[in-house]
């Protein structure tokens, strides 16, 4: 964990002074978040689950700070309430529920967490659109358990702020821009006058996820070139 850390965002937490002042703690129960284990109501079992890994969390070190960065919200009211007077801190990459998942269960739009099986029955869609309702409740309750809440990009801190009814701060993660600083944009533009006019990128920056839709920005970009050829 130390490695990587150095490795994606040049922090170096191994050296002398900080190495012997991190120490980790074996969590026998996280296998219990695994999704392979639920095959069905997934989003609620590992909710269910990761309140278990949290009991284990805090009778094995009960913190005067509870930094959470894997999204287990529903463990805030176990460190508050039982590690009093512990702060909560939050830092949220992804919303486990948005209302952009309600709005496709309820337009009954087929997507990669709403199957075209479930989207063209309007009976399952409604009971699927109460059990997303329900989990949103639940998780804006245990939301505002929360001390302090930070976000990473404004996406999530608009659905946070509406989930959670707070005013979290927008805080990009850190990122390692030395592979950046090799790219000369100066050569760049000789490339582009030698070749008899400017060229134009498109970059598309993001992890590879199923709710990141690549193949939708390949369908956009085949689209504008049938219609635009070589423009």
Partial sequence: ILKHAKERFSIDLRNPYLSNKITFVKLWSHVLTDAKWYPVATMICQCVASIIVGVECVLKLSPDFYIDTTGAAFTYPIFRVVSWPCKVLAYVHYPIISSDMLAK???QRPNYNNSESISKSTTISTVKLAYYSIIASFYGFVGRFATEVMVNSSWTKNHIDGLWQTSSKLIYPPCNTAMMEGISLEERRKE???????????????????????????????????KHGDE
């Fill in 105 to 107: 269960v309820r337009e």
């Fill in 192 to 226: 582009k006058s030698q070749a008899g006019g400017p060229k134009y990128y498109v970059v598309s920056v993001g992890q590879f996820r199923p709710e990141k839709d690549h193949f939708l920005q390949l369908r956009a970009w085949k689209t504008w070139t049938e």
